[in-house]
């Protein structure tokens, strides 16, 4: 049976060149938010949504040089922001973009008078409707109930943004970093064509399995993150996340036969700490299936899914996303689920939430 998750994978590249048309109303709103808020960003999202959240925030702070935090939308409703005279934005991520939670973020921060973005799917939904500015994440819709072309969408829109912001406050952009943004659609077409079988073959030898650990770091550890919520979702199986060398600290005695760890490897210069704690990781009897496009890695691994040469390491987030998603969905198929629908979850979270 062909499910809507497998489509709507393969349709990422659609939503980033989407994204990427866009750039022109994305760095008009960008001008219109500085000019009322030239300071901190907050970026909240329920779910999936907060952990694009986490990659925008990432890239706001460390790659566009932006004072940018993300919180849980119910969070920043209960909780934040601490009481700062600096101007300070919101950018609400939701797919449905009715999520209670980012709903009362939302409204909690325009009765701040604060000017919020809504990144959503959906340009008639209640966060459209009421927030100063939207902007439309480009993948028309997505009828699976897991998220993934809205995830990586939505955390594209954020990254465009924040390079927008950015160029305003005349931070050294360079055109290289531009232009890597420009080769994302391209990039994550060659991933999905070279991945594909690979993690067909990962889920097929992890299926006697029913525990996993995903690592990663930077920007990664929020794609683990959404990674391990993905296999959750779609296989009922328990699944947790942890930074890459925050595991030795403690979560490292859980490791034994019986327990997969996925561990994202972007090449670069902590190749050698991945190494040794990656035979670590064999040494306890537990099965590791890398995903990295670092030869030190795929040659020495087995299970290694060897991601395209050449990938732009500014993206290494969006990159890797993509065979966890299909790590997740061909795991689901094997063990005869339906990962569209997965139980108790619906599109969107309708529920009370006090102001």
């Excluded at 080769?183 to 006697?208: C, F, G, Y």
């Excluded at 403690?250 to 670069?268: D, M």
Aim: proline share 5%; hydrophobic share 35%.
């Amino acid at each position: 049976m062909n499910y809507h998750m497998i489509r709507e994978i393969h349709e990422q590249p659609q939503a980033f060149t989407r994204n990427l048309e866009g750039r022109g109303r994305i760095r008009e709103l960008a001008e219109k938010v500085w000019r009322k808020s030239p300071g901190n960003c907050y970026i909240v999202g329920c779910g999936s949504s907060y952990y694009s959240a986490m990659i925008g925030a990432f890239y706001h702070e460390y790659v566009f040089g932006l004072n940018s935090r993300a919180v849980p939308s119910s969070e920043f409703v209960w909780y934040a922001p601490i009481p700062n005279p600096s101007p300070w934005m919101l950018i609400a991520l939701s797919r449905s973009g009715r999520t209670s939670e980012s709903v009362a973020a939302s409204r909690k921060a325009l009765r701040m008078k604060a000017p919020v973005v809504a990144v959503t799917a959906d340009s008639t939904s209640t966060m459209a409707h009421e927030c100063d500015y939207s902007i439309d994440i480009g993948i028309g819709s997505e009828e699976s109930t897991i998220m993934t072309k809205s995830f990586t969408a939505s955390a594209f829109c954020s990254m465009l943004l924040g390079l927008e912001f950015a160029r305003l406050q005349d931070a050294h952009i360079t055109t290289a970093i531009e232009d890597k943004l420009e080769r994302l659609p391209e990039e994550s077409q060659n991933i999905i064509r070279d991945v594909e079988d690979q993690t067909k073959k990962t889920a097929e030898t992890m299926s006697n399995l029913n525990r996993f650990i995903y690592l990663g770091s930077g920007g990664n550890y929020a794609s683990c993150l959404e990674g391990a919520l993905k296999l959750r979702e779609t296989s009922y199986v328990a699944s947790e996340t942890y930074h890459t060398l925050e595991f030795r600290h403690g979560p490292f005695a859980e490791l034994q036969k019986g327990i997969g760890v996925i561990a994202v490897v972007p090449k670069g210069k902590s190749i050698h700490e991945w190494m040794m704690l990656l035979e670590e990781i064999t040494s306890t009897g537990a099965s590791l299936f890398p995903i990295s496009d670092a030869d030190e890695i795929t040659h020495t691994y087995e299970n290694a899914i060897r991601m395209p040469e050449s990938l732009s390491p500014e993206l290494s987030p969006l990159h890797f996303m993509i065979p966890m998603q299909l790590i997740a969905y061909y795991h689901a198929v094997k063990r005869g689920l339906n990962p569209d629908s997965p139980r108790n979850l619906s599109k969107y979270v309708k529920t009370e939430i006090s102001l």
